[in-house]
């Protein structure tokens, strides 16, 4: 069984960002919003990722870094899962990688 970590990110907090190196988990927002944005000097407008979204799916898949740097923008409650348990329920189950699949073309259209 996996069990998600669950925590509370105050706004402005940096949740997730390329120097943190390969992404170690999958974040589930319950509450609140997080913004995206793949560089301070990039002149291209972030996206906003609201409650019920996942993220950094792409990165977390290729057991990768981010490209993009993730801030609460209000008090943010996220479940974060284990990326491994991720990656493994997405190679033994079809309907989960179904369900992502969608998701990781979404994130990259925002982007």
Excluded: H, K, W
Excluded at 23 to 29: N, P, S
Excluded at 93 to 99: C, I, K, M, N
């Amino acid at each position: 069984m996996i069990t998600p970590s669950a925590s509370l990110i105050a706004n402005l907090r940096t949740v997730l960002a390329p120097a943190q190196g390969v992404v170690e988990q999958l974040f589930f927002i319950r509450r609140g919003s997080v913004s995206g944005r793949r560089s301070a000097d990039d002149d291209r407008a972030g996206f906003e990722l609201e409650a019920g979204d996942l993220f950094p799916i792409g990165a977390a898949m290729a057991e990768r870094a981010t490209s993009v740097t993730y801030t609460a923008q209000a008090d943010t409650f996220c479940l974060a899962l284990p990326a491994a348990s991720m990656r493994a329920l997405a190679r033994d189950s079809a309907p989960f990688a179904d369900f992502l699949r969608p998701r990781i073309q979404q994130l990259l259209d925002l982007s």
